[in-house]
């Protein structure tokens, strides 16, 4: 990987298994919607989410999310790629469209925070993947170029991210998780 000046992962799928029931989440989300009267866009949970803000719900619907994440990373499952990361030089990053605090939580309980240097998440920027700036912003953050660097994920956001950004990309498995 020396032909890269950073390398950034994406994380649940590609670094950690965050242990979350996102149907369960979809469900809390539901309920924001509901004990406002407001209607949501659908049971769809990333519908939802970006359909909150326009309705004033944006701050509870992030919350109800990040608090299922928040669980999920400190009961996360370590994946193989976070063996790689650590036996990577260049910078590292994480760009995530879990929450940054998740992240974090799961980088710490599986001791990677010394191996990353930017974490990025769906809060940390006012877009969120396939949207290239999160991406970017974590590429910047590690004092690369775009076409200097190289994102690692499991699914088709992440590779529509990359493209995007301008980066090269990677799948940590044969293909597309499905996210």
């Not at 990987?1 to 649940?12: G, H, Q």
């Not at 990333?46 to 928040?70: F, K």
């Not at 010394?114 to 920027?125: I, K, L, N, S």
């Amino acid at each position: 990987m020396t032909e890269y000046d950073a390398v950034v992962y994406d994380l649940d799928g590609t670094l950690v298994d965050l242990d979350v029931d996102w149907n369960a989440v979809a469900v809390d989300v539901r309920a924001v919607y509901d004990n406002a009267n407001v209607e949501p866009p659908g049971d769809g949970l990333w519908d939802m989410l970006e359909a909150a803000d326009e309705v004033g719900l944006a701050a509870e619907v992030e919350a109800a999310i990040a608090t299922h994440e928040h669980d999920g990373a400190r009961t996360s499952s370590r994946l193989v790629h976070a063996d790689e990361l650590l036996e990577r030089s260049p910078p590292a990053g994480v760009c995530s469209l879990n929450c940054e605090r998740a992240c974090r939580i799961a980088l710490e309980e599986h001791a990677l925070t010394m191996a990353v240097d930017a974490v990025v998440g769906r809060d940390t920027v006012t877009t969120w993947k396939p949207d290239p700036e999160p991406l970017l912003a974590t590429v910047r953050e590690l004092e690369a170029e775009p076409e200097r660097a190289l994102f690692v994920g499991d699914s088709a956001r992440d590779h529509r991210t990359a493209e995007r950004a301008g980066t090269d990309f990677e799948y940590v498995g044969d293909g597309p998780s499905g996210v």
